[in-house]
Nanobody
Framework: QVQLVESGGGLVQAGGSLKLSCAVS????????MAWFRQAPGKGRDFVAA????????IYDDPVKGRFTISRDNAKETVYLQMNGVTPEDSAVYYC?????????????????WGQGTQVTVTS
């Protein structure tokens, strides 16, 4: 059974930083892409960033480019999202996700397993 557990959310002032973590269990972490999505109140779930199975390729949604960094530690079976220069518009529940197929090259689609989410609130 695949399980994803996010942590690291909280309250942060605009311009500050936060680092989210997502620990994965239940399968071989190192062969699957990982991604972060977010959902603000009253809005749909939006793609934020993704990283391929070996960490060589990363992609970002335009609003977070240059501010957020996705990374992974295959030995710890954990993916991270370093968030710098946050703004109130970054406030949302952040979810990590992983696809059903290993070695996926489509880093924006095919995500089947999701965590429970962690709340990030940015104050102005």
């Amino acid at each position: 059974q695949v399980q994803l557990v996010e942590s690291g959310g909280g309250l942060v002032q605009a311009g500050g930083s936060l680092k989210l973590s997502c620990a994965v269990s239940g399968r071989t972490f190192s062969v699957y892409a990982m991604a972060w999505f977010r959902q603000a109140p009253g809005k749909g779930r939006d793609f934020v960033a993704a990283i391929d199975w070996n960490g060589e390729t990363t992609i970002y949604d335009d609003p977070v480019k240059g501010r957020f960094t996705i990374s992974r530690d295959n030995a710890k079976e954990t993916v991270y999202l370093q968030m710098n220069g946050v703004t109130p518009e970054d406030s949302a529940v952040y979810y990590c996700a992983t696809p059903s197929r290993p070695w996926s090259v489509d880093l924006k689609n095919g995500y089947e397993y999701w965590g429970q989410g962690t709340q990030v609130t940015v104050t102005s």
